[in-house]
Every structure is written in C-alpha cells, then in structure tokens.
C-alpha cells in the first residue's frame, strides 16, 4: 500500500521537510508515505476563486496517476477520526491493496469539486492549522496509525 499526500505548496521551511521525512522515514514498507506537492499558481490581487479552481485543476491532473487511490480530502469540516479509527482506515485499505491519496488545498482552502469528488472527507483538527503543519501532523498521525496496528510502543 502507498499512501500519497498530494498537496498544494513547495519550498516548505526546513523544519517541515525535516519532520515530515522523520515519520516518512519510520513507515513500514507496506504501508509507504509519499509526498507529492504540487505548486501554488501565481498569486496576485485577483479572483480567489479562480486560484482555488486552478489548484484543483492541478490537483485533479495529479490524481489521474493514482486512478484507483481511495481519495481522502482534509477540510476542517470532514469527519474527525481518533486513532484507532484512523489505524482501522489504514489496515481496511492495505488489506484491500488499495493506496490511498490524501488530499490538501493550498492557503484558501481545497477546490470544491476536488473535495466533492473524494470518497472521503477528514478533519484533523476543528482548528484553522497551517498548511505546513498539516504535513508534519498528518505524517505523524499516519505512523502512530500503524504502531497502534503493529503493536508498537510508540502508541502509548
């Protein structure tokens, strides 16, 4: 199973990277973390709307890679999972064969249609995060995920 986290923004502070690839690093190999980002258009004083459609026209051309990922959109409105909802997700998909692609807009939020055309849509906190901080928790949440399904420690 791969797990692909297709998300709007590059040049992330080092911090992130360094975070993200700790608990990239930690997955099992059934069960690989992959980063896809994908640039943000040009911003000017112009029509937000517009933006967000292009960063879903992006990401939709993206996703055509992965036609048979189980499509997961983060919006704050989505459906909260705890732990151990989360680790059920994970081991259903891999015992499936199935990837999954996690989806995250850019500053104004994830296109509608992009978020509308997911299977699923999850909320990792009712709190507005930062776009890099969403990559660091969600890479952390996804291993604790799987040390709760190994057994591991970590979980505790």
Same mark, same amino acid.
């Given at each position: ?26 997955? !099992?190999?059934?069960? &690989?973390?992959? @980063? +896809? ?8 004083? %112009?029509?937000?709307?517009? *933006? ?14 992965? !036609?048979?990922?189980? &499509?997961?959109? @983060? +919006? ?8 151990? %909802?989360?680790?059920?997700? *994970? ?37 507005? *995060? ?27």
């Amino acid at each position: 199973m791969r797990i692909h986290l297709l998300a709007i923004g590059t040049k992330m502070p080092a911090w992130v990277n360094d975070g993200f690839r700790e608990y990239q690093k930690r997955m !099992p190999p059934d069960m &690989r973390l992959e @980063l +896809e980002e994908i640039p943000l258009p040009k911003r000017s004083r %112009g029509d937000t709307a517009a *933006l967000v459609r292009a960063e879903g026209e992006a990401l939709e051309k993206r996703l055509e890679k992965h !036609p048979a990922a189980h &499509r997961v959109a @983060l +919006e704050v409105t989505g459906r909260a999972l705890d732990t151990p %909802g989360l680790s059920e997700k *994970l081991v259903t998909l891999r015992d499936l064969g199935q990837d999954l692609a996690i989806l995250v807009g850019g500053p104004d939020g994830l296109c509608p249609r992009v978020s509308a055309a997911a299977h699923e849509r999850w909320s990792l906190s009712s709190l507005t *995060l930062p776009h890099p901080l969403v990559r660091v928790l969600l890479a952390e949440q996804l291993y604790r995920g799987w040390t709760l399904l190994a057994g591991h420690p970590y979980h505790r």
